[in-house]
T-cell receptor, first 114, second 113 residues
Framework: EPEVTQTPSHQVTQMGQEVILRCVPI?????FYWYRQILGQKVEFLVS????????KSEIFDDQFSVERPDGSNFTLKIRSTKLEDSAMYFC????????????FGPGTRLTVT | DQQVKQNSPSLSVQEGRISILNCDYT??????FLWYKKYPAEGPTFLIS?????DKNEDGRFTVFLNKSAKHLSLHIVPSQPGDSAVYFC????????????FGTGTKLQVIP
């Protein structure tokens, strides 16, 4: 069964450093998403991406964040200058031909900022 | 901003009995509701959904009920199995073409053999 994959599974970085989280969505999906879950809190939407541009973003997704689909398979989330409060699980998701289809999530990347 | 609320952080049920997980929402713009299941160290897995034009949707052992007037939905699992032990997230999406899914805080279900 097709699945969303994410690398790395765990990333440790120092405050102020840039990190790039990588995702490979399901191959025939057209919509891509990033969510995050701070420990003990709920899963929060960050951004959705379609047709090589951001279609929706939350107030969390400020200028420190960016997303890119650098080739036909990868979808990345970049945090330019990490803060302690960026420590969280980051989930990539993808959905099919419309933005209203169910979203399928990857296993997540645990980001720890020290 | 608790637009989707799951007031029970945990629930224990005997194997074979019914599990009922509850969810309330406040945003009247929500028109599509989903339940996700999450095991430790994995991402949320889509379980079942319901559109606001329906009041019930069933898929095998899982049934979701929607009461729009009360802004309440529930997930019934019958019969419950030990493999159902996980965190269950209620989630919702607004009308108007939005893709953002708003999650509740989750209910940890433990099914006791």
């Amino acid at each position: 069964e097709p699945e969303v994959t994410q690398t790395p599974s765990h990333q440790v970085t120092q405050m102020g450093q840039e990190v790039i989280l990588r995702c490979v969505p399901i191959s025939n999906h057209l919509y891509f998403y990033w969510y995050r879950q701070i420990l003990g809190q709920k899963v929060e939407f960050l951004v959705s991406f379609y047709n090589n541009e951001i279609s929706e973003k939350s107030e969390i997704f400020d200028d420190q964040f960016s997303v890119e689909r650098p080739d036909g398979s990868n979808f990345t989330l970049k945090i330019r200058s990490t803060k302690l409060e960026d420590s969280a699980m980051y989930f990539c998701a993808s959905s099919g031909r419309t933005g209203r289809d169910e979203q399928y999530f990857g296993p997540g990347t645990r980001l720890t900022v020290t | 901003d608790q637009q989707v609320k799951q007031n029970s952080p945990s629930l224990s049920v005997q194997e074979g009995r019914i599990s009922i997980l509850n969810c309330d929402y406040t945003n009247s713009m929500f028109d599509y509701f989903l339940w996700y299941k999450k095991y430790p160290a994995e991402g949320p897995t889509f379980l079942i959904s319901i559109s606001s034009i329906k009041d019930k949707n069933e898929d095998g052992r899982f049934t979701v009920f929607l009461n729009k007037s009360a802004k309440h939905l529930s997930l019934h699992i019958v019969p419950s199995q030990p493999g159902d032990s996980a965190v269950y997230f209620c989630a919702a999406r607004a009308s108007g073409g939005y893709q953002k899914v708003t999650f509740g805080t989750g209910t940890k279900l433990q099914v006791i053999p």
